[in-house]
C-alpha cells in the first residue's frame, strides 16, 4: 500500500514546477527568518518537503487522489 502511495506521479514539467516553488519557499524562508523565527521554520519546512516532491517525482495531492493541472 506504501510503495503505491509513494510511487511517482507526475512528470518533468510538474517536477520543474515544483522545483521552482522549492527554490521560491526556501529563498522566502531566508528572508523570513529574518521578520519571524517562527514563519522562517515554516518556509523552511515547506520548502523542503516540495524539494524531496520534485525530486522523488511524486506529489503528495496526487498521491491523495487530488488532480492537478501540472
Given at each position: 500500500?506504501?510503495?503505491?502511495?509513494?510511487?511517482?506521479?507526475?512528470?518533468?514539467?510538474?517536477?520543474?514546477?515544483?522545483?521552482l516553488?522549492?527554490?521560491?519557499?526556501?529563498i522566502?524562508?531566508g528572508?523570513?527568518?529574518?521578520?519571524?523565527?517562527w514563519?522562517?521554520?515554516?518556509?523552511?519546512?515547506?520548502?523542503?518537503?516540495?524539494?524531496?516532491?520534485?525530486?522523488?517525482?511524486?506529489?503528495?495531492?496526487?498521491?491523495?487522489?487530488?488532480?492537478?493541472?501540472?
Amino acid at each position: 500500500m506504501m510503495k503505491v502511495f509513494f510511487s511517482r506521479n507526475i512528470d518533468n514539467k510538474g517536477r520543474l514546477a515544483r522545483g521552482l516553488g522549492a527554490l521560491a519557499l526556501l529563498i522566502g524562508a531566508g528572508f523570513g527568518i529574518a521578520a519571524s523565527f517562527w514563519w522562517g521554520v515554516v518556509l523552511l519546512i515547506l520548502g523542503l518537503f516540495v524539494a524531496f516532491e520534485a525530486l522523488r517525482g511524486w506529489c503528495f495531492l496526487r498521491a491523495c487522489g487530488i488532480r492537478t493541472k501540472l
